[in-house]
């Protein structure tokens, strides 16, 4: 299995080297697939990645959102459903009230 970490190799510098590189060098690194890891003291402060590796991470990010939120729903669920119109009588209301505040609001330009 091909890990992220393998596609795009990473090279720690400290603050005085990547200042020294400067940043058409980092920037020209990071274009070449390279992640820049800049430490400050021996603790990594800051990322120069491409966009394209940043757009990856972002997609992976949202791809792991939806997978945690299919496993809890998955976890979760009772299989039980509740009608809107039930579930808006449990606040007190009923949906002729609600759709009649709507067109009010609307009509007086709130909505």
């Given at each position: 299995?091909?890990?992220i970490a393998d596609l795009h190799p990473q090279r720690h510098v400290?603050?005085?080297a990547a200042n020294v590189r400067g940043v058409a060098g980092l920037v020209k690194d990071a274009e070449g697939g390279e992640d820049?890891?800049?430490?400050r003291h021996g603790r990594p402060v800051a990322a120069v990645i491409s966009v394209d590796h940043f757009a990856e991470l972002?997609?992976?990010?949202?791809d792991l959102t939806a997978a945690a939120l299919?496993?809890?729903r998955e976890l979760t669920d009772s299989g039980h459903r509740t009608d809107l119109d039930d579930a808006i009588a449990a606040f007190g209301f009923d949906r002729s009230q609600l759709e009649a505040e709507l067109d009010t609001?609307?009509?007086a330009g709130r909505g």
């Amino acid at each position: 299995m091909t890990m992220i970490a393998d596609l795009h190799p990473q090279r720690h510098v400290s603050v005085t080297a990547a200042n020294v590189r400067g940043v058409a060098g980092l920037v020209k690194d990071a274009e070449g697939g390279e992640d820049i890891i800049v430490e400050r003291h021996g603790r990594p402060v800051a990322a120069v990645i491409s966009v394209d590796h940043f757009a990856e991470l972002h997609n992976m990010r949202s791809d792991l959102t939806a997978a945690a939120l299919v496993l809890a729903r998955e976890l979760t669920d009772s299989g039980h459903r509740t009608d809107l119109d039930d579930a808006i009588a449990a606040f007190g209301f009923d949906r002729s009230q609600l759709e009649a505040e709507l067109d009010t609001d609307v009509a007086a330009g709130r909505g």
